[in-house]
C-alpha cells in the first residue's frame, strides 16, 4: 500500500495530538535557524530516486565521502592537538600520545608565538607556553621533535601569522636529520582571513598577510608536494558563535579568495587545489552536524570546478579535520563532557572526516592532563573500533531529514557566499566588518536561548547539582618557563651573530620585492634568527595591522 502524502498524514494524525497534548514547542529550529518538521518523507527530498543527486562515495560531487571505501580502507587520523609550558614537555607528550596509538601529531602554539615575539619578549610575559608550546628559534623546534621521524609522521600546525616561519623551522630540523622537504607530510593553518574576522592573532594588513599564504602554496608546489599548504578553518568563527551555515559559507568564502589570490600569482588551480584542506568544529547537534560535513563536500566540490575550472578530481575533493566543540565544554559538572565530545565526535565520523581531535573534559579549567587526553583519545578508537559505525560509507544516506538538511544548509551557505560575492569577495567583506557582523548577532541571540532556558545546556542552567572540584589539574611549571624564556638569550648569545643578521637582511630586501619569501625564512632560520627578529623584520616591510572591522 502506497505511503499517505506527508501533508494528509499531519492532518490524519498530528491534529488530535496536538489538540490533546499539545506542543513543547511551536517551532522547532535546527542550531542554524533552520525549521525542523516533525517528520520527513521522500517528498522532503525533492525526488524519490536521488541515487545519481547524490553520487557514489568517491565520485563528484562527493556528497558521499571522497574516497569510495572511506574507514574500510583506513580509519581517519586521530590527532590529539597538544603543546605545554616548553618544547620538551610538549616533546614528552607527543611520546606518550603515539604511544596510546595515535596516528599523527597537532601542536598548539602559544600566544607569542602564534603573534611573532620571542619568549623573552615583554609582550610575552605571562603568557609563555600558556596555551601551547612557545617556539623561538630552531633550537626550540629541534628540542619540539626529538626523536620523532619526520619522515614517517604526519604533522598539523595550527599557526598562521607566522605559519610561513614555522614551516620554515620545521624544513630546517628535517634538513639537519637529511630528510628534505620533499618527504615531508602535514598540514599548515596559515589561514589569516578568519583572524581578522574571529580570533584576532593577525600581525600584518590583510594584502601583505595574503601575499605570505600564497608564497608557502608557491614554495610547496615545487619543493613540498605532500605538505598541505592550508587548513581553511571554519572552527573558530564556529566557536565565536556562527551557526552552522555561516560555518560553511564564512569559509568557503575565504577559500574562495585564497584560491583567486594563488591564480593572480600565477599558479594553475590543479597546481595546488589538491592540497587545500579544511578544518570544522563538530557540534553538538548530531544530525545537523552530520548533514553540515556531506553539504561541504558538494558545495566545495561545485566551486572548484564550476567557478575555477578546476579539471583534476583531486582538485575538487574537500579534506578536512575536525575537532569537537570546544565551546560547548563546562566548568559545571565537567564529567558531562565526555559525553558531549563522543556525540561530536560521533557526529565526525558519520559526516566522513579525515582526522579528528575530541577535547579533553577538563578544557574549561585548565589544559588538558595526560589522564583526559588519553581518555579522548580511547574515544577515538572506541568509535573506530566498537561502534561499528566505520563498517559502510556515509551511513546516514538516504535519510530524508538528513538529505533534506543537507540541500537546506548547501543552499543557505550559498545565499551567504552570493551576499560577500557582491560586496567584492572575502576580504572586502571582511574590512567592512560583514562576517563579524553576522557571527555577533548569532552568538547574541544564542546566550539569550540560553539565559532564558530556551536552550538547555545540562548542568548550567538546567539540572544543576553540587560537585567536589577537580583536584588533579595541568599547571604551568615556572621553572620551565624561565629556561625557556633563559634559553632565548643563550640562543642569541652562541649563534654566528653576523651570518644571523646578513639572513634578516636578505630577507628584508626579498619582501620589499616580489620574491618568495620562504627560502628566504628557510635561511634565517637555518642561521638560528628568532621567530621575533624575523617577524619584526617582515613587519618593518610590512607595518602592522592594528584593529580590523567592527564587533
Known amino acids: 500500500m502506497a505511503i499517505s502524502g506527508k501533508r494528509e498524514w499531519a492532518e490524519r494524525t498530528l491534529g488530535p495530538v496536538k489538540a490533546r497534548f499539545g506542543e513543547r514547542r511551536e517551532r522547532f529550529e535546527s542550531d542554524s535557524g533552520l525549521e525542523i518538521d516533525t517528520v520527513y518523507t521522500p517528498e522532503d527530498v525533492g525526488e524519490l530516486d536521488y541515487a545519481e543527486k547524490l553520487g557514489h562515495p568517491g565520485e563528484y560531487p562527493f556528497t558521499r565521502g571522497v574516497q569510495p571505501s572511506a574507514y574500510r580502507g583506513r580509519i581517519w587520523t586521530m590527532r590529539q592537538y597538544a603543546g605545554l609550558t616548553s618544547p620538551a614537555e610538549s616533546n614528552r607528550r607527543y611520546r606518550y600520545l603515539l604511544e596510546q596509538g595515535q596516528t599523527g601529531l597537532s601542536v598548539a602554539f602559544d600566544l607569542p608565538t602564534q603573534m611573532g615575539y620571542d619568549s623573552d619578549h615583554p609582550l610575552a610575559v605571562g603568557e609563555v607556553g600558556r596555551a601551547g608550546v612557545p617556539i623561538s628559534s630552531l633550537a626550540d623546534m629541534e628540542a619540539l621533535f626529538d626523536g620523532i621521524p619526520l619522515d614517517r609522521v604526519s604533522t598539523s600546525m595550527t599557526i598562521n601569522a607566522t605559519a610561513s616561519i614555522l614551516l620554515a623551522l620545521y624544513v630546517a630540523v628535517a634538513r639537519k636529520r637529511g630528510v628534505g622537504p620533499e618527504s615531508l607530510n602535514g598540514t599548515l593553518q596559515n589561514d589569516i582571513l578568519k583572524e581578522y574576522i574571529a580570533r584576532g592573532t593577525y600581525i600584518y594588513p590583510p594584502k601583505p598577510s595574503m601575499r605570505l599564504v600564497t608564497d608557502v602554496f608557491r614554495y610547496c608546489s615545487e619543493e613540498a608536494p605532500r605538505w598541505n599548504t592550508i587548513s581553511i578553518s571554519g572552527y573558530h568563527m564556529r566557536e565565536a558563535g556562527a551557526t552552522a551555515v555561516q560555518e560553511l559559507a564564512f569559509t568557503f568564502a575565504n577559500a574562495i579568495a585564497y584560491a583567486q589570490a594563488a591564480i593572480d600569482s600565477g599558479l594553475d588551480v590543479d597546481e595546488f587545489a589538491g592540497r587545500l584542506s579544511f578544518f570544522f568544529v563538530a557540534q553538538s547537534n548530531l544530525l545537523e552536524e552530520v548533514a553540515k560535513f556531506r553539504a561541504a563536500r558538494r558545495t566545495w566540490a561545485r566551486i572548484m570546478r564550476e567557478r575555477f575550472g578546476a579539471v583534476k578530481p583531486r582538485s575538487w575533493m574537500l579534506r578536512f579535520h575536525t575537532q569537537t566543540a570546544g565551546v560547548s565544554l563546562t566548568a559545571q559538572q565537567p564529567e558531562n563532557n565526555v559525553v558531549r565530545t563522543t556525540v561530536q565526535a560521533l557526529a565526525a565520523v558519520l559526516g566522513g572526516t579525515q582526522s579528528l581531535h575530541v577535547n579533553s573534559k577538563d578544557e574549561a579549567l585548565a589544559l588538558p592532563t595526560e589522564d583526559a587526553a588519553q581518555l579522548s583519545l580511547r574515544t577515538q578508537q572506541i568509535l573506530a573500533h566498537e561502534s561499528g559505525v566505520a563498517e559502510t560509507v556515509d551511513p546516514l544516506a538516504g535519510s530524508y531529514y538528513v538529505e533534506n538538511l543537507t540541500d537546506r544548509l548547501e543552499e543557505a551557505a550559498l545565499e551567504y557566499i552570493a551576499e560577500i560575492d557582491r560586496m567584492g569577495g572575502a576580504v572586502s567583506a571582511l574590512e567592512r566588518g560583514y562576517q563579524m557582523d553576522e557571527i555577533h ?44 624564556v633563559d634559553g632565548v638569550a643563550r640562543v642569541r648569545r652562541e649563534r654566528d651573530g653576523d651570518a644571523a643578521r646578513a639572513t634578516l637582511a636578505r630577507l628584508d630586501d626579498v619582501a620589499r620585492g616580489q620574491a618568495n619569501t620562504v627560502p628566504a625564512i628557510i635561511e634565517c632560520v637555518e642561521a638560528y634568527a628568532t621567530v621575533g627578529e624575523i617577524a619584526d623584520t617582515l613587519r618593518g616591510v610590512f607595518g602592522e595591522q592594528r584593529e580590523l572591522g567592527r564587533v
Open 441 to 484: 548577532q548569532s552568538a547574541y541571540a544564542l546566550q539569550r536561548r540560553i539565559e532564558d532556558g530556551d536552550r538547555v545546556v545540562v548542568g548550567v542552567n538546567e539540572y544543576r547539582a553540587e560537585e567536589p572540584p577537580i583536584e588533579k589539574l595541568q599547571t604551568i611549571d615556572p621553572e620551565e618557563t624561565r629556561r625557556q
